[in-house]
Each structure stands twice: as C-alpha cells, then as structure tokens.
C-alpha cells in the first residue's frame, strides 16, 4: 500500500449534519474551530494530501474555508447520493440479528462499543478493551478505535508520516513491532482531534489485513480495498464499500 493510499483511506466526505441520538455526530461544519495552517503552508491541496510529520515536531492542518476561492470541498461533499435515509435497492436484506450498513449516517456517528475488542498478532495479543469507540458511516463496516491504555506496551511505535481526515483532523499512523517482527502502518490515531471527534484522542484502530481481529468473539474480515480500515462481522448486512465498482458509494 501507497503512502498516498494510507493518506486518503480516512477522506470522508461531507454531507448534512444529522445528530444521531446516543453518539456523536461528526459532520458539524467545524471551519471556526479547526486549526489555520502555518505560514507559508501551501492549502490548495484536498485534505488528504497534507502529511503530518511528527519527527519534525510540526503538524500541518488544513485550512478549510467554504469561501475559498477552491470549491473542491463543497463539490465533493455534494456528491454522495447515499446518506442512510434510505437503502439503495441493491443493499442486502438483513438477516436476523443483522445489520444494514446503509441504515449509517453520513456524516458518520461516534457510538460506544460495549463488545469486547481484542487484536491479535499471531499468539500475541496487541489489545483487549470494553471502551472502544465505533465510527459507523454510510455503506462502510465500522472502524473502531481502542484506548491505547488498553494496547500492550511497547510494541507500537511511530511511522513518521500521517494524513489529514475532515472528520477527525491530523492522523497519525504506527507500526508494530515486536522483536524481529514488524508491521507497517498497521494502525493509526487522532491525537488532536477536531471538534465533534474528542474521545478519539487517546485512541487507536488497527487495519486487519494482518491481524486476527474480533469483535464479541467474531473474527473480524477486513473492508476491501487499499486504504479503507473497517471490520466485517457476521452482524453486518452489505454489501460493503471498497470492492470494485464501489467508489460511489
């Protein structure tokens, strides 16, 4: 995978803000709060072209501006057909006890998970947690982020590069490593989140491309595609952005 790809795994696009009872809503237009860019930071770029670069102890952020002379933000949060308010005749029927990822909002909500959350790396295990955070959006598997009080110490350590989500603000990426063992960019956080994304900070989420991920004892099957990072389990009704014919979505 691409550093570019890593970058844009996170780029949401915007579509109107919908508070969802019992989580919280992240599509606020948040341009009063989010941070300027620094001097001399060239902001005509999309979001997720933005690297953070924590080794030179300086964060880049986005200066989102709808009355920018670029209307690329605005044109790209218009495009997005499908916001939860309806399932497209093509979604799959849930089961009992399932699921629809359609019935997602987007913007995407911020709900508790009260499962147990454990990642594995072969008979190691990276973290087991009760206070996961999900991020659940239209069409995607949830994402979710796990207190890195609750991630064994010592085996995650910086990647050095990190993207720009509109969303949750700056990402950092990690990866694991364990003796001779090393993965990279398997996991990645907000540690300065924007408004309306708080308890992310402190957080982490994994890719389970390579991990044996599990959600209330599921394994947990990874979103298709090279820069989406959410979990399938057997309670989700799809079919699921990141496959091919899916950019839509």
Known sequence: MSALQRQ???AGLYSRHRPIAGGTCLGQRCTSSAPRCQPKARCSEPPWTLGVRPALGVLVYLSINMSSDS???DSARAQWHWRGEKRPPFADVPAPGQ?????FPRPPELVREPR?????????EVARTRAAWAV???AHPPTFYLPLADVRPGLLQPAG??????WKGPARY???VDGARRLDQV?????HPLSGAEPLAGCVAFYAHNLDCRVGGSKAQPQAGPFYGGWITPDLAGPFKGGSGSGGW
Not at 99 to 103: G, N
Not at 161 to 166: I, L, M, P, R, V
């Open 161 to 166: 590069n990190g993207s720009f989500c509109e």
């Open 174 to 176: 990690w990866n694991l």
């Open 99 to 103: 699921v629809s990822v359609w019935d």
């Open 187 to 191: 996991a990645w956080s907000y540690p």
């Open 116 to 124: 147990e959350i454990v990642v594995l790396w072969g008979h190691l």
């Open 136 to 138: 659940r959006e239209t």
């Open 8 to 10: 844009r795994h996170c």
């Open 71 to 73: 209307n690329w933000l």
